[in-house]
């Protein structure tokens, strides 16, 4: 158990405001069990939590779903965060949000707008989404942005169905007056696990994508910040996740859990805090589930004695739990884990399936 005093504070926080969403994106990072509306924080107590956050020392604050334009309260609670001095980044389908409503999230200090795309093409875009229409909404909602002066990124998810056009995706984000673009690979966690088989591309595809957007980096430098988030099954080397199990980030799920990832309640046996009754910073310092990977006292070889550790941490505590079946060994994505071989037969199987054929996330939807 580490001692408190060499916990980092905290700097930045995923709010999940709610897991409702008109989209039902088959990649979707939020747990294959979706939290219910009725079981949402309300608006005083993601007030208290706000401030919380701001005095244990978070910088800034993600708001986040689901799809966050959906709460009523979404500019009171913007605006709570810009009085309690936190920096706020809405990440948004567009869909839902209103020239009204966007001028409100304005006027109540909104710092920042995260906008996703699908696709480039309207059609696919729509159907990767599972709703008519979304595609339409993007270029609109960030005329806004860019009109207000608001910084804009666009994230843009890359699988099988839009691969062979990431570099098309990059270009629209410029065309849409975005300052930078995060461009990542999906993450196979929540419905993205749900929905591996058909959303992994084959190896020449993606590295025909990565090729193309690090070729874009290039040209397109000083015009537009490309954020390149890597392949995990066609990678050497993991990801440091969350850079490293909490150290920088947590998140609150729409009914106040406290996560030190999004996709943390796969493991089992770990103790979550609420909000509800437990204050953000206990959470952090104190609640079981943030010190049961901090540190590398529970560190397997490979990863034990590895000098990578202090870079990666070990990779993703739930991608171990969900290819190995043991959370503490070193993420299979990495080389050195003897379970690696399996990462490359999944990813090479599920790509040449070659079908489409999404489980929407939907609240509803069993996964
Ligand atoms: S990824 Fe898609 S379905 Fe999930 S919250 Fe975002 S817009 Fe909604
Ligand atoms: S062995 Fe562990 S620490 Fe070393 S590179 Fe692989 S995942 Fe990272």
């Known amino acids: ?65 689901g799809e966050p334009c959906v709460r009523a309260d979404i500019a009171e609670l913007t605006a709570h965060c810009a009085q309690v001095g936190l920096y706020t980044n ?18 109540a200090r909104l710092d920042h707008l995260q906008l996703s795309i699908q696709d480039a093409e309207a059609s696919s875009a ?68 749900v929905n591996r088989a058909a959303l992994m591309p084959s190896r020449e595809e993606t590295e025909k ?10 040209t397109h430098e000083g015009r537009i910040v490309i954020d390149h988030v890597v392949p995990d099954y ?20 729409p009914s106040g859990k406290v996560l030190p990832c999004h ?17 953000v910073a206990a959470a952090w310092y104190d609640s079981p589930a943030f010190n049961a990977y901090r540190g590398d006292a529970w560190m397997k070889e490979p990863c034990r004695s590895c000098e990578r550790k202090a870079i990666d941490f070990g990779g993703c505590r739930c991608q171990a739990l969900a290819l190995t079946g043991d959370a503490c060994n070193a993420d299979p994505i990495c080389e050195k884990s003897p379970r690696h071989a399996t990462v490359g037969a999944i990813a090479s199987n599920e790509s040449a399936s070659g079908a489409i054929d999404y489980r929407y996330r939907r609240l509803n939807a069993k996964a």
């Not at 994508?209 to 290039?218: G, S, T």
């Open 1 to 65: 158990m580490i001692a408190r005093a060499d916990i980092p504070a905290p700097a930045g926080m995923l709010a999940e405001l709610t897991h409702r969403c008109p989209l039902g994106c088959p990649y979707c990072s939020n747990p294959a069990e979706l939290e219910k509306p009725a079981s949402e924080l309300d608006t005083a107590t993601w007030k208290r939590v706000f401030s919380e956050a701001a005095a244990a020392g978070v910088l800034h604050v993600h708001l986040s779903g």
């Open 90 to 107: 809405l990440i948004t389908s567009g869909v839902g949000l209103t020239r009204k409503l966007f001028d409100a999230l304005v006027d």
């Open 126 to 193: 729509d159907r990767i989404a599972g709703y008519d229409g979304a595609f339409a909404r993007k270029s609109e909602v960030a005329r806004w942005t860019v009109e207000a002066g608001l910084p804009l990124t666009i994230n843009a998810v890359m699988h099988r169905a839009n691969i062979a056009r990431a570099a098309r995706m990059v270009e629209m984000a410029v065309e849409l007056g975005a300052r930078r673009i995060e461009v990542a690979h999906t993450q196979y966690y929540g419905w993205g696990l």
């Open 209 to 218: 994508a990565v090729a193309a957007v690090e070729d874009l980096r290039k």
């Open 234 to 253: 066609h990678a050497r080397f993991p990801k440091a996740c969350m850079s490293g199990w909490g150290r920088r980030t947590f998140n609150v799920t």
């Open 263 to 279: 996709a943390a309640e796969t493991i089992p046996g770990l103790e979550f805090w609420n909000v509800r009754d437990r204050s």
